[in-house]
């Protein structure tokens, strides 16, 4: 018999799996570096996901659910169905509460660069903020 968490783990998996085909998200070995680019996580996480190996914290897997456009109760537990909006989602979400509008949009448009292109922006806000008058 298989262990319960490794059972759990490639049937979150597979889940994920489905969430990137719905997504539009190419299959094969590019689908591993864009999930990572993605989420910002290294290409290993990444492919531990992808092969059940290990399972994204719950604030990831919410952010998961709500870029991908599925439900987060099917994602993490398997229940109820796939399909909660009808695009993938542009914005993030975030494990802190967000002031303004305008830093949510910052949040969920920095997620969509890769991240050489996230690190040059830090830098240039970083700049930007320092010679502010």
């Not at 783990?9 to 094969?28: C, N, P, V, Y």
């Not at 709500?66 to 796939?82: I, N, Q």
């Not at 695009?87 to 969920?108: A, C, D, M």
Request: aromatic fraction near 6%; glycine fraction near 8%; hydrophobic fraction near 40%.
């Amino acid at each position: 018999m298989e262990p319960l968490l490794s059972r759990s783990h490639h049937e979150f998996s597979q889940r994920l799996h489905i969430s990137l085909d719905l997504a539009g998200i190419e299959k094969g070995r590019g689908r591993t570096g864009h999930l990572a680019a993605r989420f910002d996580v290294s290409g290993e996480t990444a492919r531990k996901w992808l092969n059940g190996l290990a399972i994204p914290a719950l604030v990831r897997r919410l952010d998961i659910a709500h870029r991908l456009g599925v439900s987060f109760e099917w994602l993490a537990t398997g229940r109820g169905a796939p399909t909660q909006y009808s695009k993938v989602q542009e914005t993030v979400i975030t494990p802190y509460n967000v002031e303004h509008r305008e830093h949510s949009r910052l949040v969920g448009l920095l997620g969509h660069l890769p991240r050489e292109q996230r690190k040059a922006m830090l830098c240039l806000l970083e700049y930007m903020v320092e010679k502010r008058p």
